[in-house]
């Protein structure tokens, strides 16, 4: 939350920022506040049916948003944001590849996928950047127009290799 005041300056596209918080004493909820992104969720469905030059459009905007997303500099973030990338992950997935595929290929074909793997290899922390998290249609909101007129649902903004998501 503390982020996103700060992220909503350098945005095009508008954010919810929090303009109040407070913890309901009786359930011990913290309880966020913010005016609304106006416009409505652009659905599977309402994507589906867009025209090629509507959706171009929207892959503009989109395009832009997680460039602006991912310059952000995180030295500037003053909150410690969870990691989401399983930097792991890969390797594990890789390993599972060694033991049921690399045995019925050729020494040759396993050659080369080992040697691929260095082209697959996450981006080191000092490369890191800002991620949504759960970036979907449904958090895209769009306006009568299909113009976009907000992203919503920051509850999974963290940092971590862009590629991994």
Not at 29 to 54: N, Q
Not at 87 to 108: D, H, Y
Request: charged fraction near 25%; glycine fraction near 4%.
């Amino acid at each position: 939350m503390a982020v996103l005041p700060q992220l909503a300056e350098k945005l095009e596209v508008k954010i919810p920022v929090p303009e109040f918080l407070w913890r309901d004493e009786t359930t011990d909820y913290v309880v966020l506040g913010h005016r609304a992104v106006h416009g409505k969720p652009l659905t599977s469905e309402r994507l589906a049916h867009l025209s090629s030059l509507r959706r171009d459009a929207l892959a503009v905007v989109i395009a832009r948003f997680f460039t602006q997303l991912h310059d952000y500099p995180l030295e500037s973030v003053d909150v410690e944001l969870p990691l989401v990338a399983n930097l792991n992950g890969r390797r594990e997935n890789i390993s599972a590849i060694e033991k049921l595929v690399f045995p019925r290929m050729t020494p040759l074909d396993v050659a080369a996928c080992i040697d691929m793997e260095k082209y697959f290899a996450p981006c080191p922390p000092e490369k890191w950047t800002l991620l949504h998290g759960d970036l979907g249609p449904e958090h895209i909101f769009v306006d009568e127009n299909d113009e976009v007129t907000g992203i919503i649902d920051f509850g999974n903004l963290s940092r971590g290799d862009p590629s991994a998501v």
